[in-house]
């Protein structure tokens, strides 16, 4: 029997669609191997956000292309974002893969493994209605379940290649939507991550993303619903209702703001304001007590002056973010910022803004995380901690992870059940504490 092996790069999005291509290869006779050793079909599935990242999983793909000398039968698939991306480019970088695939073609994959269809090495087509309703991902062991409710993105900042990846913005019916989180919480998934790149972009028919939480808050054997990530510019007060309504609902909520200001913002075609961002942080923490607010945020955009830099710094002082991620602009083939703006901020400076805005964050972080010390919180466990079995992990409410100690003769720490745990310490990024009565 034919075994294949997934590689997967990028965001939740790309996980969940590596157990896409798992239900779509599975379905067909293939079975998983262990590792790219064993596998007779080694998949990519990559991200083209960052420059840096992609660099890396062509570098990963040329080391695994060397063995394909030693095993001629080996067959590469490089599939995701980067190849829709860069297409004949990529491919003429990659000579030894024998496919690309792009985010919309995933259902044809089986039938171009076979053997008549092997001259066909792009498969890049696009299509504006594919939400692969009806095929059934193969999931990972664990409590989570990643449910994409929409791809693509009709938002088209000026820095940002997923349109491009991704395809336009379509939205996986409600009622299909509602019968995966059911499935998935019959077969033990005690939480479900709602996915999209905009996901409060979400609409089908007349329901909403906030509808969709809603309807989703009653599924029977769920414990908790996320979702990644929400775009500021269309999150619509009756989300927060929906959520403060709702404590099924993570009090966590992921806004990336990118820049601090305005000029910048309308640049970037990002759809709101500092204002109108600082007015939904304070709305939302005022209807969600203790809400854990994390974001994305990009410096030495073109054009970006020393002044304009500092308005976002400030703009970090002023929300004081649980964490974030921080990166020095690069550009993008094919989106606006590459072709039309000056890509003039001096690399020296872009890492010098980034250097400072990661120790400023780091020291909001550690604010942020040390004022729990002390507190009993309700903790989540997902599963055994990295440094010790004995140890659990699990996060809190507000997405804050946790390293569990059950304590002497403690029972062992259950994946899916909820702990109350005593925070004893924190650093930046992790807390510590001690499993209670």
Not at 120 to 148: C, F, K, M, N, V
Not at 163 to 179: K, M
Not at 266 to 288: F, K, P, Q, W
Not at 347 to 360: M, S, T
Request: aromatic fraction near 6%; charge should be neutral; hydrophobic fraction near 40%.
């Amino acid at each position: 029997m034919a075994r294949y092996c997934i590689e997967t790069y990028g965001c939740q999005m790309n996980v969940a669609d590596s157990e896409l291509l798992s239900g779509i290869l599975e379905a067909r006779g293939w079975e998983p191997a262990r590792g790219v050793e064993g596998a007779d079909l080694v998949i990519f599935n990559t991200c083209s956000v960052r420059e840096r990242a992609a660099q890396r999983v062509i570098g990963r793909v040329q080391s695994v292309a060397a063995r394909k000398r030693r095993n001629p039968g080996l067959r590469l698939v490089v599939a995701g974002c980067l190849p829709q991306h860069l297409g004949e480019d990529l491919a003429a970088r990659l000579p030894e893969v024998d496919l690309f695939i792009g985010p919309d073609a995933y259902r044809t994959l089986p039938d171009l493994l076979e053997p008549q269809m092997g001259e066909a090495r792009l498969a890049l087509e696009r299509d504006r209605t594919e939400t692969y309703e009806g095929i059934e991902p193969i999931r990972q062991e664990g409590i989570h379940a990643w449910i994409s409710i929409m791809r693509g993105c009709d938002r088209f900042c000026t820095y940002c290649a997923v349109p491009f990846g991704r395809g336009r913005e379509r939205s996986v019916p409600a009622d299909r939507v509602l019968e995966t989180a059911t499935r998935a919480a019959a077969e033990g998934y005690v939480v479900v991550t709602l996915l999209g790149q905009a996901v409060t972009a979400y609409q089908d028919e007349t329901c909403d993303f906030a509808c969709l939480l809603g309807r989703l808050a009653s599924t029977p054997g769920l414990r908790q619903i996320r979702f990644l990530a929400p775009h500021p510019g269309d999150f619509s007060p009756r989300l927060l209702e929906v959520m403060a309504a709702h404590p099924i609902v993570s009090r966590h909520l992921h806004l990336p703001v990118q820049s601090g200001s305005n000029r910048i913002l309308e640049v970037m075609r990002r759809g709101y304001t500092r204002e109108a961002y600082l007015e939904l942080i304070r709305e939302a923490r005022h209807r969600l007590p203790g809400v854990g607010i994390t974001t994305d945020i990009l410096v030495g955009f073109p054009g970006e002056t020393e002044a304009e830099y500092q308005e976002t710094v400030d703009l970090m002082e002023q929300v004081r973010f649980d964490s974030a991620f921080l990166f020095a602009y690069s550009p993008r083939a094919r989106t606006y910022a590459a072709r039309f703006l000056a890509d003039d901020v001096p690399d020296e400076e872009k890492k010098r803004r980034l250097a400072a805005v990661i120790e400023l964050q780091e020291a909001h972080s550690r604010e942020r995380f040390g004022r729990i010390v002390g507190e009993v919180r309700r903790v989540l466990v997902e599963g055994p901690a990295k440094e010790s079995p004995r140890l659990g992990f699990g996060r809190c409410e507000d997405f804050k992870p946790v390293v569990i100690d059950p304590g002497e003769g403690g029972e062992a720490l259950r994946p899916g059940s909820e702990v109350k745990v005593r925070i004893m310490s924190a650093t930046s990024h992790t807390l510590r504490g001690r499993r209670q009565p």
